[in-house]
């Protein structure tokens, strides 16, 4: 399409004109420079946004359904309530942009930016986000329910009532998030790093942790009840008030871990390859084990 945002409004266009010639030229706006559009609650969807630039954007409660919108450049944009079901959008660029309540269940996200987004409600169920950067993003009450996210970054994000229940989280970056009353039950976290991570009253129960790494995080309240926590890795971790029922530590490193109890322990599954630390004493009967107090 021809033309951009501030020519037109130098022909005396008005922000609804803008709006309309927009929708009607929908499905041709590959390359579009949108900068600064007004339009709220517009009807894009099926629409062809490729590589558009809808920066500093009011995009409020804009429709995006089905709409092909791979490297379209959303920075510092208004994406409040906005619906992208269905959307094709990888490689696509969302930094700094405000999402609270927009839909993108079912996307497809995969290598885009999110880099110190805001989101509130915001839901991606089962988008694909593969190798997505989600840096120093504020999440509140996000769902990434079933949201496979490989190879993600998060790090340095706030968190607080996330939910990632059954999500794919292989090899993601967690580490210096600050994650709070969030719930990754039953999710994929294998090889996962939340090293220097904060993690309070957060739900990590049924999950797959294996040869995950959790150097340095504080934990408080944390549930790994029935977690898989195979070679993983605690170094100068806290224990206090953890909780370890059923979680299978077989060669999970908890050496110079603190506040580690026999009680925790004897509730959890290790094995011979366990490292603990020198102030718990383990005797090994056959398959079966004890935990006593060091000296």
Partial sequence: MEGNVSTWKEQGMSDNDIKKKIMQAKHNLVNSDLREVQIKGANLSQGNLMRANLQKADLTEVDFRGADMMGTLFDNSNLTGALFTGSHMTQTVFNQARLDHASLSGTNLANSFFKWAKMSGTVFTKAVMTHAILTGTELDRVNFIKADLTHATFREAVMKGVQFNFAKCIRTDFRETEIEDSD????????????????????????????SNFTSAELDAVDFRDANLLESNFTDV?????????????????????????????????????KLPPYLNVTWEGKKFECKPGL
Avoid at 184 to 210: E, I, M, P, R, W
Avoid at 255 to 273: F, H, P, V, W, Y
Wanted: proline residues 0%; negative net charge.
């Fill in 184 to 211: 990754f039950s039953q999710a994929n976290l294998g090889q996962a790093d939340f090293s220097v991570a904060t993690l309070s009253n957060t739900k990590l129960a049924n999950t797959d942790l294996h040869q």
């Fill in 238 to 274: 806290d224990f206090k008030g953890v909780f370890l029922e059923g979680a299978q530590l077989n060669g999970a490193n908890l050496e110079q871990s603190i506040n580690l109890t026999c009680e925790q322990i004897n509730s959890a599954r290790i094995d011979k390859k366990t």
